[in-house]
Structure formats: C-alpha cells, structure tokens
C-alpha cells in the first residue's frame, strides 16, 4: 500500500514539474525582447518599420525551402539594409539609417539588442550558418524567443540535415519548430548549396574544392540579398584592399575586431589575411568582397560604414571582363542529378565550416 502512494506521489511531482516547466518556457518566448522593453539608446528614434503593400511584387526565391513543408520562400523588399558583423559598425551610430530600409539582413549571432545605436534595432531576415546554430540556440531569447516575424535561413552541408538522428542541424530545427511553431524557418537546398559553389567558380575562376576554400556566411547572404533585394545598403564591409599592407601604412588606420559584439576578439584584418593566405581549407574574405565590388558595380549596391565605392576596371580588365548580371543568377538546377549533388555535397561537408 505504501509503495502505491509513493509511486502516485512521484507521479504527481513529475507531471508537476513537467508543466511548470512548459509554462516557464511559454512565458519566457512571450516575453518582449531587451530591444523593445527597456528604454532606448539615447539618440535612437525609434520609427515604426516600412509597411510592405498588398502591390509590392513577390519573388519567389527557389532554392531556399521551408522546414515544414519544403515549400519555397516567397519574399520581396525595395529596399534592405545588409548589416555585417564587424567592428566597424562600432561608434558609426547608423542604426537609424539602417532601420529605414523595408527589410533588414543579419548574419548567424550578431544581436541588436544593446546595439541599436550603431547596428539597428530590426531584423526582418536572419541567415545561419550550421556551425552558428549552437550558438543561436544559447542565446535564444534574444535571437529567437522574441524574434517571431523574422525569417530565418539556414545553411549546411547534407550530413547535417540527415533525418536518421544523426543530422545535427536537421535535429535542432526540429526541436526549435515544435518548441516556436510559429517561426519561419528555411533550409538551403543541397541544389542551391552546389549552385553557389559554381558561382563562386565563374566569379573567381577558382575551384572552390581544389582551392581549398570554404565559402563564408556573407557569401550566401550577399547572394540571396541580390535574388530578394531592389536596392542594397551594406552596412561595415570594408573595400577588397582595405587590409593590404600599403593600405594600411598610409592611412594608419586602427584596428578594429572581428565582431561588434566581441570587442577583445581576433581583429578584422589578421582574420582576413590569414584566411586569404592559408593553404589548409579557410574563406576567402578578400576575394569575396572582390566580387561583391564587382557586382556592385552593375547593381544597386552601396557600401557604408565604411562608405566606398567600387573602382572602375582598369581598360585590359575590361576587355577581358565577362562579368555581368546574368552571372549573379545561380547555375540552374537542372545541371545537377540529386545523386550528384548529395556525393558532392557529403564529400566537402567536412571542410564546410563557417566562422
């Protein structure tokens, strides 16, 4: 008879416990986020966000599919504002000029909150690199309890998206959908994923494989931000020579870190360099920004904080230049076998690894 009470008592406690539980963690997603419950940043305004109009067009963006049901992204913005993570957002106070923009781009953990003078206070589109999500996750009050409008893109190789348990991001996205069933939630498709590798092979004539490269979460940003974008205002990215030693001895230029919000990590520019001339498998930082100067120069695309624009091509460059904007539309996915694109995909995913 004692047994059976105290097996009926250990039950109640756990039933207890468990809904505490649930309503501890209802209450907290429900709960504002730092950025609009406390008081703003002096010298911060804060506006209400452009409204999108019933009349703007749709894109609709193949190749980044949603969680739940695989369908495509469909979204369009006049206007965004790309805002990087780097230190030279520090002190640039552009906060409410990026906040004008119709839609507002971050990247992997960058926050606003406690920020907003500087980087912003909106986040309409997060994109997410796999080996960022932890990170995220740890910090999911603030970048995704009280972020239910934002969209939110994520990115990896096919290993991490397998369904068998062992897929590490396909496990947390689960985990996320059904603990904030309201969030939208994409995927890049292994498809895409391939597409960009061959992109970054036509811009650069650069195998990404044989370089031994791996491709940065700006990349992927940058590229879908020229698919879902009118007009883009790209927020602390410094030009492609900003880091090379004779920049740097003629203007003196202090140093600045890597991230905004770490301000006593690694700097900026020994992040760059080092990565540029490794040998072992890193991004290619300058050589991104490279191309980005390039399509810049044929679209609307403007650089801030710093604020620069991309030089014209010298006349032999010109010449032999075959840069246009067709060449910013992916290679199309028809070229491509499933099969091929999984095999392909599985062998760099060890090498895949965003920082």
């Known amino acids: 008879m004692k047994t059976r009470v105290r097996q009926g008592i250990i039950g109640v406690l756990v039933i207890t416990t468990v809904t505490g539980f649930m309503v501890m963690y209802n209450n907290t997603s429900r709960a504002p986020s730092p950025s609009s419950s406390s008081q703003p940043e002096a010298g ?46 520090t002190g640039g106070r552009r906060g409410e000029e990026i906040d004008r923009a119709q839609c507002v781009i971050r990247m992997n953990d960058a926050p606003s909150a406690h920020f907003q003078r500087d980087v912003g206070r909106r986040t309409d589109l997060r994109v997410v690199a796999h080996s960022s999500l932890p990170r995220v996750l740890s910090r999911r009050q603030e970048l995704l309890n009280a972020s239910q409008d934002t969209v939110f893109i ?24 059904r603990l904030l069933p309201r969030h939208k939630l994409y995927v890049v498709s292994q498809r895409k994923m391939l597409s960009l590798d ?17 491709l940065s979460t700006g990349w992927f940003t940058m590229s879908l931000a020229t698919e879902l974008c009118g007009s883009i205002n790209v927020f602390g990215m410094v030009p492609p020579d900003f ?30 360099l080092s990565n540029e001339r490794s040998q072992k498998g890193s991004h290619r930082f300058v050589t991104e920004k490279s191309v980005f100067a390039s399509w810049a120069r044929t679209h609307p695309i403007r650089f801030q904080q710093p604020d620069w624009t991309p030089r014209s091509p010298a006349p032999d460059a010109m010449a032999t230049n075959t840069s246009d904007t067709r060449q910013l539309q992916p290679v199309p996915d028809s070229r491509h076998t499933d099969v091929q694109i999984n095999s392909q995909i599985d062998r760099q995913a060890s090498r895949q690894v965003n920082r």
Not at 44 to 59: A, C, G, H, N, Y
Not at 154 to 177: A, C, E, H, I, Q
Not at 245 to 266: C, F
Request: net charge positive; charged share 25%; with cysteine.
């Open 154 to 177: 994520f990115w990896g190789p096919s290993s991490s998206m397998r369904r068998d348990g062992k897929g590490t991001m396909f496990n947390s996205l689960k985990l996320v959908k």
């Open 198 to 214: 061959e992109l970054f092979k036509n811009e650069t004539g650069m195998d990404r494989k044989g370089s031994k490269s791996w």
């Open 44 to 89: 911060v305004i804060l506006e209400e966000p452009p409204k999108r109009s019933t009349t703007d067009p749709i894109t609709v963006l193949r190749g980044y599919k949603s969680f739940v049901d695989q369908k495509p992204l469909k979204m369009h913005c006049s206007s965004c504002s790309l805002v990087s993570s780097s230190g030279q957002l």
């Open 243 to 272: 880091c090379s030693p004779a920049s740097n001895s003629s203007t003196q230029r202090p140093s600045v870190p890597y991230h905004y919000y770490e301000p006593r990590g690694r700097s900026e520019c020994s992040t760059y």
